[in-house]
């Protein structure tokens, strides 16, 4: 996949979506270590500023992710990130994941909205057909939104990871072009 354009802007109805600068390291980082994050991702060592720069370098960069800040239309304040990742361009598809590293972000439909216009772009722009997300099962608010934003449940397998001690469920989502 080719990186993104500097200079795209997704915008919707409450927030438009930004791509990731090396500007955004510190915040990222910062929303990265929350424990609230943290306890939903999959990968959970504490992420360093030379990660996210490695990170952005190797994968944003290089246009193996396209990773979005999610910013308020009213005030331009960042809010969390979205991205896009593990391209399969023979297929047409990708893996989508998304974050709020802000607590006030929270229970305001700006995690589905995200969702929303990351697909239409990854289907109308980028033209890939299908998007999948994993999604620890007891994440019932990512359940909600990936379902709010038009995902079916396509697996759901237990005991799939081993996280912090313990064996926890996955749930896969997927979501067909929502173009039609």
Sequence with gaps: MEPMRKDLLIRGEQIYLRP?????????VRW?????????????????????EKWLAEKVF????????????????????VYLQNFEEGHKRAESGVYLGEDHAYGKGIGTEAVK??????CGTLGLHKLSARVLAYNK???RLHEKA???????????????GRYEDLILFGCIDPRG
Aim: glycine content about 4%.
């Design 20 to 28: 990731i600068t090396a500007d955004d390291t510190e915040l990222a």
């Design 117 to 122: 216009l990351m697909a239409e772009y990854a």
């Design 32 to 52: 990265r270590n929350k424990p609230t994050v943290v306890e939903n991702f999959i990968y959970r060592k504490p992420l360093s500023r030379a990660d996210h």
């Design 62 to 81: 290089r246009g193996l992710v396209h990773q979005f800040v999610i910013c308020t239309n009213e005030d331009d304040l960042p809010l969390g990130s």
């Design 150 to 164: 038009g995902y079916v449940q396509e697996a759901y397998l237990k005991d799939e990871l081993f996280l912090d």
């Design 141 to 143: 608010a990512s359940r």
